[in-house]
């Protein structure tokens, strides 16, 4: 079941451009290889030594969005890697045109369904963490079973999770933050320093989408937890 809403929308001649240039090299499809293959190793599961040209620890983006918040961030951690997964193309080629502008060389990014490329491709107890900034709130009562944060899926993220690895969950929807809280703090192998929401991380940028919400009045909560 999807977790997301696909967009259509328009490329644009800048991100048509990048896609063109970038895609090739920084970029792949989860469902399809005729539209850039993922390094898999021998094991076929995502070979991120060939990916990132090094080993270091790897951040996974599920929805990056426009890429404002990737982009940021890996530029003021350039000791990690961070693969962004998006399932709306306009938002790709908008990060890897952003990657670009800043030289960075710790961004890769990858099209389509996250779920299913940490469910089939990312090796167990490999992640440094993974980040999951302001989902599809699905607000209407039948929708919340696709939410992204719901126990299933978070077993299955926290299992990609290194041991002291971190889930850091972020929205403005008021009922799906203590949602969120309530399920990520019902996972015997998760622990949450903070007792509870946690403060504003100073390394979380505020993105267009975020301030949006703020000037609605909208309260942004983060969760950040840890695995055991």
Same mark, same amino acid.
């Given at each position: 079941?999807?977790?997301?809403?696909?967009?259509?929308?328009?490329?644009?001649?800048? &991100?048509?451009?990048?896609?063109?240039?970038?895609?090739?090299?920084?970029?792949?499809?989860? /469902?399809?290889?005729?539209?850039?293959?993922?390094?898999?190793?021998?094991?076929?599961?995502?070979?991120?030594?060939?990916?990132?040209?090094?080993?270091?620890?790897?951040?996974?983006?599920?929805?990056?969005?426009?890429?404002?918040?990737?982009?940021?961030?890996?530029?003021?951690?350039?000791?990690?890697?961070?693969?962004?997964?998006?399932?709306?193309?306009?938002?790709?080629?908008?990060?890897?045109?952003?990657?670009?502008?800043?030289?960075?060389?710790?961004?890769?990014?990858?099209?389509?369904?996250?779920?299913?490329?940490?469910? /089939?491709?990312?090796?167990?107890?490999?992640?440094?963490?993974?980040?999951?900034?302001?989902?599809?709130?699905?607000?209407?009562?039948?929708? /919340?079973?696709?939410?992204?944060?719901?126990?299933?899926?978070?077993?299955?993220?926290?299992?990609?999770? &290194?041991?002291?690895?971190?889930?850091?969950?972020?929205?403005?929807?008021?009922?799906?933050?203590?949602?969120?809280?309530?399920?990520?703090?019902?996972?015997?192998?998760?622990?949450?320093?903070?007792?509870?929401?946690?403060? =504003?991380?100073? /390394? =979380?940028?505020?993105?267009?989408?975020?301030?949006?919400?703020?000037?609605?009045?909208?309260?942004?909560?983060?969760?950040?937890?840890?695995?055991?």
């Amino acid at each position: 079941m999807r977790t997301f809403h696909p967009r259509r929308a328009a490329l644009g001649a800048a &991100r048509e451009d990048a896609l063109a240039r970038l895609w090739p090299v920084l970029g792949f499809s989860v /469902h399809d290889d005729a539209h850039g293959p993922m390094p898999l190793d021998v094991d076929g599961r995502l070979d991120t030594a060939t990916l990132f040209g090094r080993s270091a620890p790897l951040v996974l983006e599920i929805g990056s969005g426009m890429g404002e918040t990737t982009a940021a961030m890996a530029a003021d951690d350039p000791d990690r890697d961070y693969l962004a997964v998006e399932a709306h193309l306009p938002g790709l080629a908008n990060l890897l045109g952003l990657v670009e502008q800043a030289g960075l060389t710790n961004v890769r990014v990858a099209h389509g369904d996250a779920l299913e490329l940490a469910r /089939h491709r990312v090796r167990p107890d490999s992640l440094d963490a993974v980040h999951v900034f302001f989902p599809d709130p699905w607000p209407k009562a039948r929708h /919340h079973k696709r939410r992204i944060v719901q126990p299933e899926h978070v077993a299955l993220l926290r299992s990609r999770l &290194r041991p002291g690895g971190t889930l850091h969950c972020a929205t403005d929807w008021e009922e799906y933050a203590h949602a969120m809280l309530d399920v990520l703090t019902a996972d015997p192998e998760l622990e949450n320093p903070a007792g509870g929401f946690a403060p =504003r991380p100073a /390394h =979380r940028p505020v993105t267009k989408f975020e301030q949006r919400g703020l000037d609605l009045g909208h309260t942004v909560h983060d969760v950040v937890v840890r695995r055991r």
